[in-house]
């Protein structure tokens, strides 16, 4: 399968609420949905988060492009995150596609990335994989931590408590009346 045309899986400052997502993906997407990324670990960064390749667990959401607008996104998300190709010495993320799997109970809508292959018979899920009746792994770019950061990271980095970027702070007050 030709990566073209992937959803992207975000985690960080372009998750609904946070400062780049009404920046760079109001009106650009056409679906946005829950997912989590096995395989992967997320630490905090100077303001925005890492996610580097590990035994854990990201949280984030699967984004897909609106129509006609994938090369426009695909650009400013590459220019927000400093990718500036693959394996190039000034990144600071690598642009890698990588499974994401949608959250459970979202209505799942198959996209470009959608493996929608299953085993049958297959055993229990095991974490961050579906159960049965639920979605299947979905191919997407992500943006992980190029290689010395990430390097960096592993040595002395400050792990994100659950790989949830929105859990690292309390949720804001509720406003009376």
Known sequence: MSDTGLPFFVYGTLLPGEPNHDRFLRGRTCQERPAVLPGALLYEGPG???A????GTVHGALVTAAPGAYAELLGLLDDLEEFLGPGHPR???ERVAREAVPAPGVPHEPGPGDSGAREPGAGQP???QPG???PGPVRAWVYLAAGAV????RTGGTLVPGGDWLSRRPPPARRTP
Request: aromatic fraction near 16%.
């Open 132 to 134: 049965p009746g639920q």
């Open 52 to 55: 580097v390749e590990g035994h």
């Open 126 to 128: 095991g974490p961050g």
């Open 48 to 50: 925005y988060p890492y």
């Open 150 to 153: 990430a390097r960096s990271l």
């Open 91 to 93: 990144n600071l993320y």
